[in-house]
């Protein structure tokens, strides 16, 4: 048996899932931010790992509540439209999710590197700063194309 | 701090593995612990494959085992894990891109 929420409550559980979603995004930014730059506080890194790893995290869990209902209500025949109106949308949503659940088994790497910054070895440095920025492009791909599907065709 | 930094590298890639193994078998895991209680409506038609979750917690929990393996590595496994973790990272991110692109959108 799956269980789905009702349009309206989908609806909010989308805002409130979008209103964590900036807050992952603007952290994860800074997170990323902090990596670049060479001489940045490792305190301020390790904050920002943690707050990326906390809002991402929440942000997914809500993403993860309004699933069943945006496969029945949106995506899937016969109440759902998108599938056979604009399946390319579907696929950049497929995309977002696999993306989305790497992201989720980055975190306690990207977090181990934060708080070990000082005796990482410069293979390991690299090998982070890699992650950061694929970690940030996940994000950002997550973001984008969820808020892009959802212009499209919504609860 | 070298093996903690390990054991998070091996955790993830076992956790691409698992993952990619679970949509290329097509092993679809369709629980939903979190909805279990959050009944509101019954849903019409067929049952949805829940893919996405079932096999990111069969990713994380061999993932787990992972970190656990990791944990036990010398310090000096770094570079190999890290280098394994990369191809992986590729050629997981390439399966299952193309995946969905050819399912979806170049169909």
């Known amino acids: ?155 | 701090m070298n093996r903690s930094i390990n054991a998070a590298v091996l955790g993830l890639t076992f956790f691409l593995i698992a993952y990619c193994l679970c949509f290329w078998f097509g092993v679809m895991p369709k629980f939903y612990p979190l909805l279990g209680e959050v009944h509101f409506v019954p849903p019409p038609g067929t049952q949805i494959a829940v893919k996405f979750v079932g096999s990111a917690l069969v990713g994380l929990v061999v993932g787990f085992v992972g970190f656990l393996v990791g944990l036990r590595l010398p310090d000096k496994a770094s570079p190999a894990l890290h280098a394994l973790l990369w191809l992986t990272m590729t050629g997981a991110c390439t399966y299952l891109i193309l995946r969905e692109a050819l399912e979806y959108i170049w169909k």
Do not use: C
Request: no cysteine; proline share 3%; net charge positive.
């Open chain 1, 1 to 155: 048996m799956v269980y789905y929420l009702p349009s309206d409550w989908s609806r909010l559980f989308l805002i409130v899932h979008l209103m964590v979603s900036v807050f992952a995004i603007g952290a994860a930014t800074h997170h990323w931010w902090l990596v670049i730059h060479r001489g940045s506080s490792l305190v301020r890194l390790y904050r920002f790992a943690i707050w990326m790893a906390f809002g991402y995290s929440l942000a997914l869990l809500l993403g993860i509540l309004i699933y069943p209902s945006y496969n029945v209500l949106v995506r899937k025949p016969p109440l759902g439209v998108l599938e056979n109106s604009a399946s390319w949308a579907v696929g950049l949503f497929e995309i977002k999710e696999h993306l989305g659940s790497i992201a989720l088994a980055m975190l306690p790497w990207l977090i181990l590197s934060a708080r070990y910054y000082e005796q990482l070895g410069r293979l390991q440095r690299v090998s982070y700063m890699a992650a950061t920025w694929l970690f940030t492009v996940f994000v950002y791909y997550v973001f984008i194309s969820g808020a892009l599907v959802t212009t499209i065709k919504t609860f």
